[in-house]
């Protein structure tokens, strides 16, 4: 029996919550940005009325007034936000207790178990929707489906306040015409080969040979066409699971902003050594992975998703983190602090160690240098090896700060 996956995706987030307080100008084109002089004149949200005009997220703010004259900009609440991020999900707890969180303003739900109480996926999606219509006073679209890649494809589907149902029956008419970019875990980068393959949908995706896809992009070129042909079986999980601990992550604020992948990259991989060395300590390996941002502005987000390959690899746990990164941060602000956290936790000896973003021989290999690296730092100290990578980056800082 399939299973019944909704995503929820609150509708214009930001923007709509900034309304909610200014009635009398909720018929007009609204976006929220800040001052000029804070925000660096970027748009970070806009409502329906604005975006009919060809306002943009993370478009400087004179360019968003030159297609929108009569733009009203509101200053951001991010203590509103929160409040109406959990009203959500107190409207999401009436129907499951299996609730991820993709954000402030995405959740996936598995409702498989609530069908004898409140109706199939379709029924239950058009309950929240109401719901979250007439008790918060925003909208929310909802994909259902029977896995969480098509359920997220499918809120993104119809928008706003819709519910759109992909199916085994219509998903490759609705899926398959898709951008190959839409698809989760397929990055600017990864798309840009596709494209170089002649691969430009989703449906090309789904038809393409496997074992090019592989020599091409490694374990993930497999992982991604699984996806583009609805072989998705990643659970929803709860943070909730009791059994284990939670999550074990690590952020830090860094001595300037940063603007590149690159720099990023350095810190992901910094800080998935210290979380890696956690989870070993304690036996344990990942079936998922979370990533925060904090901008300039001190706007925050967070990402996650979960695997079916779990691991305590740091080098791993750095890219599948990057790759959550690059699909939804778009340098719309610089970063003032980041992190990483490794979630859904489980026993590390029923883990596969298994990474999808290269072949098994480099995979094992992976994994005996980093088994070497975290048995020579138990004995001798952290310090005792380093990346030549963080290496760089500490040195770099160093310059930077005389």
């Not at 409140?118 to 909802?142: C, H, M, N, P, Y």
């Not at 070993?280 to 904090?294: C, M, P, Y």
């Not at 602090?337 to 098994?360: K, N, Y």
């Not at 048995?375 to 005389?402: C, M, P, W, Y």
Request: net charge neutral; charged share 25%; aromatic share 8%.
């Amino acid at each position: 029996m399939d299973r019944v996956i909704l995503h929820c995706d609150l509708n214009n987030f930001f923007a709509s919550v900034t309304l909610l307080s200014c009635e009398t100008l909720k018929n007009l084109p609204v976006a929220v940005g800040g001052s000029k002089e804070n925000r660096h004149g970027i748009i970070l949200a806009k409502n329906e009325i604005a975006k009919k005009f060809g306002v943009k997220t993370a478009e400087p703010i004179h360019e968003a007034v030159s297609k929108c004259p009569d733009l009203v900009i509101l200053k951001p609440n991010y203590k509103e936000y929160n409040l109406y991020s959990e009203k959500a999900r107190n409207i999401y707890r009436r129907y499951t207790d299996l609730i991820e969180p993709f954000g402030i303003d995405e959740c996936w739900l598995d409702v498989t178990g609530s069908r004898l109480l409140f109706g199939d996926g379709e029924t239950i999606a058009q309950r929240i929707r109401k719901e979250i219509k007439t008790e918060l006073g925003i909208t929310v679209s909802v994909g259902v489906s029977f896995n969480k890649i098509f359920a997220k494809l499918g809120s993104d589907y119809k928008k706003p306040d819709a519910v759109t149902v992909i199916s085994r029956e219509n998903f490759k008419d609705i899926v398959w015409p898709m951008p190959v970019s839409d698809l989760l875990f397929v990055g600017k980068q990864t798309a840009t080969r596709l494209a170089g393959c002649g691969i430009f949908t989703i449906g090309d995706l789904a038809a393409a040979d496997e074992r090019t896809l592989v020599r091409m992009l490694g374990k993930n070129g497999r992982e991604i066409k699984n996806y583009a042909m609805g072989l998705d079986d990643s659970p929803v999980q709860s943070d909730n699971a009791q059994g284990v601990p939670k999550s074990v992550g690590r952020s830090v604020t860094l001595p300037q902003d940063v603007t590149t992948p690159e720099e990023v990259w350095r810190v992901f991989l910094d800080l998935a050594e210290d979380i890696a060395g956690t989870l070993k300590d304690n036996n344990l390996a990942a079936n998922g992975i979370a990533v925060h941002t904090r901008t300039n502005t001190l706007e925050v987000k967070e990402f996650s998703f979960s695997f079916s390959t779990p691991t305590a690899v740091a080098m791993t746990l750095a890219k599948r983190g990057m790759e959550i990164f690059e699909k939804n941060y778009f340098w719309h602000l610089p970063l003032r602090s980041v992190g990483i956290r490794a979630i859904h936790l489980v026993p590390l000896e029923t883990a596969t160690q298994c990474d999808m973003f290269g072949e098994w021989e480099e995979v094992k290999k992976t994994e005996e240098i980093d088994k070497k690296v975290y048995n020579i730092r138990k004995k001798f100290g952290d310090a005792s090896i380093v990346r030549g990578t963080i290496l760089n980056t500490h040195t770099e800082n160093k310059k930077k700060q005389n």
